[in-house]
């Protein structure tokens, strides 16, 4: 198992090498925020709302909204400013970004992420990741949420032996072994690319899939969506060069 594990992080690079890959804010602690926290505003959630008050309110994520390609919202709003615990770098907050749970679910997808790009505010139960670099968030979100690297995830952390809810942090998601690309090779920057162009189309049917209302329309973008998860996980078996024996390993773990 550890010559796969290497192999599949010979040719990669740390995802901290090529993005930002940060926490997300913490609205609540005692003692905390200007003006200093009470436990009684902690426990009333008072920068909370259910209705954008002002220009300071934005829609909050919390941990259970950031799933596999999809991403919900419980109709909240968080005041953003100086007054949260810990508000982190406004920056982390605009543009594109990948927002990655901090609970897992079970193998073989383990690793729910996703790609916001308005101003959305997502808490500490979810990371945040904004590339720095040529590649494409597509490109790495593709690679996040697949099989092989639920594999990787996996055994390199041991998560799922343990017997209450896996978590992992900050530190843990920047290790996380991405493909390097040589854009200067036409079959390198293809398959990059191709990439890309799957993960578009798996958001898409995602999405029609949580907006359709009729159960056949639901049937038919779920088929949709298995067919388009096995072609990227496919493709990022050849990305990394595994073997045909290799990938049995990993789909049958």
Known sequence: MRTLLNKIESESIELHEIAIVKAGLKAYETGKGN??????????????????????????????????????????????????????DPILFEGERILVRQIPSRPPHAIDAIIVSSEELNDINSMIVKANDRYSLRYILGILNSRLLTFWFDYKFDKFQRAIFPQFKVNELSRFPIRTIDFTNPAEKSQHDKLVSLVENMLELQKKYHDARMERDKELYERQIKIVDAQIDGLVYDLYGLSGEEIRIVEEE
Do not use: I
């Not at 909204?65 to 400013?81: A, F, H, N, P, Q």
């Open 35 to 88: 003006p200093l926290q009470t436990d009684e505003m902690k426990k009333k959630r008072v920068y909370h709302s259910k209705q954008k008050l002002d220009q300071r309110y934005r829609v909050y994520l919390n941990g259970k909204d950031v799933r596999r390609y999809l991403s919900t919202w419980s109709g909240e709003y968080l005041k953003y400013g100086h007054n949260l615990a810990a508000p982190r």
